[in-house]
């Protein structure tokens, strides 16, 4: 009996239709979740709306792995507590060879399920995506459409010319002219 | 109850779970949390099928994490949403749009960028950015031939040989003007102008930003006797605090919770009402840190700044081998110049806290600065909480030159050779930038009065300790000619765009 209290199991759906069952503890990690689970619905079937199932599989492997910090930092001697750098080198293992286009789902994710370190991580990843580039680069990395006029861009330009001395297409444009 | 809860779709209930943690969270902040709140669900689902598409508040999160200015600046051209995020007053880099990352009371500035020695002929300025370890060149024609006495809040204070002073925000352009040097009462009829730029003031401090109206400039000057005077923006003089008799070898100044405090060479701590006529009180010394400590020829061995870090007022001690003849002076191969002898270097540092100031003023010792760490030399002094993934180093205090050096008769000695990082934690001062226009080409072309050899500074000092390079703005008290100019400059800029 006891057993099935600590085990109790939810269903997450995810937006296209694949069902992951988890560990209630590993869901709470979200407070989008944990907030509903209080007010006992733990036998439906959560749907994710906004994630799909490669992102949310992400999204549980991040709540599990804090599940098991967590159950485990209570007992003394503890060997999965994490010092400040491992937690960083962890996190860093965790976002390496996600692509922009999985960072973004990850966020939105993150952001809806309420998940604040994941949130957090994701940010500094995205930050780092960015640093250094220009902005082409960032453009090609998120999709974005360029929808300034020429002459709206130059303007931006001018404002801070510092930045964009080394541009490569910035370049390029100019000596079109 | 279950089998009514059963009836009702998980949808519905998640939703409703959403409304009420709204209510929970009304209060918060976090531009990215109230998004998901307010989503309605058909919302989120559209958002789902354009994925790629950042949603707004994602963005403007980035926007508070981004450190370098640079890659805000490129942000901002992207396109315009992006733009319209990476420009809101809400982002000002500087000033704003950081206080949600780092919540603690940082007097901001969190960017300095090191501001690199004038140039021959050329009004072109370089900044190093020690997070990026770059180098930018900026046109910066109001610079020009000026001494740089301070900087805060991503201002500068400059003086020209017209003995003008005002402060300059190098983003903006902005310019607030002080009263000129003449008004400080201070004979320098002797002084030629250039020497009058280059040596008389020693530091200007100011206690909060100057587009605020409270804000008030303190002066140090002249470089060797440090006394106070203090002003306002757009005042016609200047008014001396501490007297010339009285109180005088400043050396730091500090608003600390609304009231003016102040540190002396003999470790003297105490407050000045500003407000009409400057009245200060001495509330307490701190420790002695060794016996040589009060004796005039050492003087110059010590160095104090005032900071507040997490609410604490700490005193941060430099302390500097100081040569007091020429058999003294320090010399080394790696020199960029190595004919050049210098006077001195940073030895080490300590902190003190400010435990209480009743009933008598006490101070303990910290071996530690946590997460942060603290910038001092010779602009306004402050700290900077370095978060996760940054590329600051924690627990350490970047300090700049601001000492100076003299002339014996056979060797010529400027300052702007002091400068690095100390580690708090293993006490190892290393070295952050060792490239070009660390000293001003004037002074390597030797027209420094008099001197035979002209020169000028800059140098690592061995392999693995070291200090680093870069001009001060400081100079002989017994009349050699100017120095460097540079200082910690750091970027408030971008809100007026």
Redesign the interface.
């Known amino acids: 009996m006891s057993e099935s209290t600590e085990k109790k199991m939810v269903r997450l759906r995810s937006?296209d239709g694949e069902v992951f069952e988890v560990e209630e503890s590993v869901a709470k990690v979200a407070?989008?979740l944990q907030?509903?689970l209080e007010?006992?619905?733990a036998?439906?079937?959560?749907?994710i709306?906004?994630?799909?199932a490669p992102i949310l599989t992400k999204v549980i492997d991040y709540c599990k792995d804090q599940v098991m910090i967590s159950s485990s930092s209570s007992t003394t001697n503890n060997p999965n507590e994490r010092t400040?750098q491992e937690r960083?080198a962890w996190g860093q293992k965790f976002m390496e060879g996600v692509d922009s286009?999985t960072l973004?789902?990850l966020?939105?994710a993150s952001?809806?399920l309420?998940i604040e370190g994941l949130?957090n991580l994701g940010?500094?990843k995205?930050?780092?995506m960015?640093?250094?580039?220009?902005?082409q680069e960032?453009?090609d990395m998120?999709?974005?459409?360029?929808?300034?006029t020429p002459e709206e861009?130059e303007e931006?330009?001018n404002?801070?010319a510092?930045?964009?001395?080394r541009d490569p297409y910035y370049k390029k444009r100019s000596s079109s002219k | 109850m279950a089998s009514r809860?059963?009836l009702?779709p998980?949808?519905w209930?998640?939703r409703?779970?959403?409304v009420?943690?709204r209510h929970k969270t009304g209060n918060r902040e976090t531009p990215?949390?109230s998004?998901?709140l307010k989503?309605r669900?058909f919302c989120?689902?559209i958002?789902?099928s354009s994925?790629?598409?950042?949603?707004r508040?994602?963005i403007s999160?980035?926007a508070e994490?981004?450190?370098?200015?640079?890659?805000f600046?490129?942000?901002?051209?992207?396109?315009?949403?992006?733009?319209s995020v990476f420009t809101t007053e809400n982002y000002s880099l500087l000033s704003h749009g950081w206080k949600s990352v780092f919540k603690d009371r940082i007097p901001r500035g969190e960017m300095p960028w090191l501001m690199l020695a004038e140039r021959e002929d050329s009004d072109v300025r370089s900044f190093f950015s020690p997070s990026?370890l770059e180098v930018?060149?900026?046109p910066f024609p109001e610079l020009w031939h000026k001494k740089i006495a301070g900087s805060a809040y991503g201002w500068l204070v400059r003086m020209g040989e017209d003995k003008e002073i005002d402060l300059f925000n190098p983003l903006t352009r902005e310019q607030r003007k002080l009263p000129p040097q003449p008004t400080f009462g201070y004979d320098t009829s002797e002084w030629s102008a250039m020497e009058i730029r280059d040596r008389f003031l020693a530091k200007v401090i100011l206690t909060s930003s100057p587009s605020k109206e409270d804000c008030m400039a303190i002066a140090i000057y002249p470089l060797e006797r440090t006394m106070g005077a203090v002003a306002r923006p757009g005042d016609e003089v200047w008014t001396t605090v501490g007297g010339e008799r009285d109180w005088r070898m400043f050396q730091d100044f500090i608003n600390y919770k609304g009231i003016i405090y102040t540190i002396d060479f003999h470790g003297w701590f105490g407050m000045f009402d500003l407000s009409s006529e400057p009245k200060g009180i001495k509330l307490g010394r701190l420790p002695a840190l060794s016996r040589d400590e009060d004796r005039w020829n050492y003087w110059d061995r010590y160095n104090k700044y005032l900071v507040e870090v997490s609410g604490d007022l700490l005193v941060i001690v430099r302390r500097y081998y100081s040569a007091h003849d020429s058999s003294e002076l320090l010399y080394d191969d790696e020199f960029m110049f190595p004919e050049v002898a210098i006077r001195y270097r940073t030895l080490l540092f300590k902190v003190y806290k400010l435990n209480q100031l009743e009933p008598e003023v006490e101070w303990v010792e910290l071996k530690d600065l946590g997460d942060y760490s603290v910038f001092v030399g010779q602009s306004t002094s402050f700290v900077y909480k370095v978060s996760?993934?940054s590329w600051w180093k924690r627990n350490c205090i970047y300090f700049t030159d601001n000492g100076f050096d003299f002339i014996s008769e056979d060797n010529l000695c400027l300052g702007g050779h002091d400068q690095g990082i100390y580690s708090l934690e293993d006490g190892s001062i290393q070295l952050y930038y060792e490239g070009e226009n660390v000293v001003s080409s004037r002074y390597k072309r030797g027209e420094i009065g008099g001197a035979t050899s002209p020169l000028v500074s800059g140098a690592s000092f061995g392999r693995s300790e070291a200090a680093a390079l870069q001009g001060a703005g400081e100079t002989d008290p017994r009349g050699c000619e100017p120095l460097c100019l540079n200082f910690w400059a750091w970027l408030d800029a971008l809100q007026n765009?």
């Open positions: 937006s407070k989008t907030d509903m007010e006992d619905c036998d439906a079937v959560i749907p709306t906004c994630v799909r400040e960083k286009s973004c789902e966020l939105v952001n809806f309420n949130l940010v500094d995205m930050v780092s960015i640093q250094g580039k220009y902005p960032i453009r998120f999709n974005v459409v360029n929808d300034f861009e931006i330009r404002q801070n510092w930045a964009f001395e | 809860s059963k009702r998980a949808e209930r998640l409703e779970t959403m009420a943690f990215l949390i998004f998901a989503g669900f989120l689902m958002m789902a994925i790629m598409k950042l949603p508040d994602m999160l980035i994490h981004m450190t370098d200015p640079k890659d600046v490129n942000a901002r051209a992207v396109c315009r949403d992006w733009k990026t930018y060149d900026l996760g993934g765009y």
